[in-house]
């Protein structure tokens, strides 16, 4: 590519916007994720977000995604790259069901998988892909996702270990601003 074309390339921002759904009952109820609505007070907090706009929208597969981005007023695609992180054995289960050291395990092993689900590496690898692809397509981006989809989009653009995954504290219906321009950058908004 001619210097002049990278250079122009480079001084582009690519914008991408990560959605974390709004509330549901599991998540109140300290429950691992069926495919469950929205509570009415979690449909009520999306107005927060404030207005929302990409050339490109992606939506998770599951109701509540699908279900913030009809209340957010977003239409798109569904993305099964942007599914929650799969609990396997574990869905629909109280966080308080699970044996302590299976529960131990699985909040600080990332590799583990014991559960039949899906391991944090695992849904931080998909995450990598998905966001290479976005940069691929070179298209500014609202995606509608979980909190573990955004979890593993900060880990990559930090550079953080794995091990960092349950640290970071993502709340239902925010909204977490990251650009592109020749890296991933997490851009903080007050």
């Known amino acids: 590519m001619p210097p002049s074309r990278t250079l122009a390339r480079m001084q582009t921002v690519l914008k991408l916007g990560l959605v974390s759904h709004g509330m549901t009952e599991a998540m109140r109820a300290a429950r691992f994720p069926?495919?469950?609505?929205?509570?009415?007070?979690?449909?009520?907090?999306?107005?927060e977000c404030g207005p929302l706009t990409a050339s490109r929208v992606s939506i998770g597969p599951e109701c509540r995604t699908s279900e913030t981005a009809d209340v957010l007023g977003l239409q798109g695609m569904t993305d099964y790259r942007l599914r929650d992180l799969g609990a396997g054995d574990w869905r629909g289960r109280e966080l308080t069901s699970i044996p302590e050291p299976d529960l131990h395990r699985w909040l600080t092993d990332p590799e583990f998988c014991g559960h039949g689900g899906e391991s944090v590496v695992a849904v931080?690898?998909?995450?990598?892909?998905?966001?290479?692809?976005?940069?691929?397509?070179?298209?500014?981006?609202i995606a509608v996702t979980h909190p573990a989809i955004v979890r593993a989009a900060l880990l990559i653009t930090l550079d953080a270990p794995p091990e960092s995954f349950w640290r970071i504290?993502?709340?239902?219906?925010?909204v977490t601003r990251m650009h592109y321009r020749g890296a991933w950058t997490l851009r903080l908004t007050v």
């Open 34 to 47: 069926a495919d469950e609505p929205l509570t009415p007070a979690g449909r009520r907090s999306l107005s």
């Open 124 to 141: 931080i690898e998909r995450t990598r892909d998905w966001l290479a692809e976005i940069v691929a397509h070179a298209e500014s981006t």
């Open 169 to 174: 504290d993502i709340a239902p219906g925010s």
